[in-house]
């Protein structure tokens, strides 16, 4: 079984940063294409960032030139950095990653960790 952790989430004020982790562990093969979502209330799941195995990256225009997503595949981690957050960047932020394992070859989801961004 594969399992995806996400850390680094909190409270922080406008103009202040976070680095959100999201470590995958179990039977990893191989690691696909990684994304970021968020959630915020009362609104649909957004696609934040994403970034390919070859290491091409996009992001949705709200959070160009403010986040960098990043991976490690030798640590089967994605990271998601987030400066200048401003207070609509509050939401629950998911991790998602395809996997490759020796049983299936599909999209994992992390937890969820929540981001509030308020003075």
């Known amino acids: 079984q594969v399992q995806l952790v996400e850390s680094g989430g909190g409270l922080v004020q406008p103009g202040g940063s976070l680095r959100l982790s999201c470590a995958a562990s179990?039977?990893?093969?191989?690691?696909?294409?990684m994304d970021w979502y968020r959630q915020a209330p009362g609104k649909q799941r957004e696609l934040v960032a994403t970034i390919s195995t070859g290491g091409s990256i996009n992001y949705t225009d709200s959070v160009k030139g403010r986040f960098t997503i990043s991976r490690d595949d030798f640590k089967n981690t994605v990271y998601l950095q987030m400066n200048g957050l401003k207070p609509e960047d509050t939401a629950v932020y998911y991790c998602?990653?395809?996997?490759?394992?020796?049983?299936?070859?599909?999209?994992?989801w992390g937890q969820g960790t929540q981001v509030t961004v308020s003075s």
């Open positions: 179990g039977l990893v093969f191989r690691l696909d294409d």
């Open positions: 998602a990653l395809v996997i490759l394992t020796s049983v299936d070859h599909r999209r994992y």
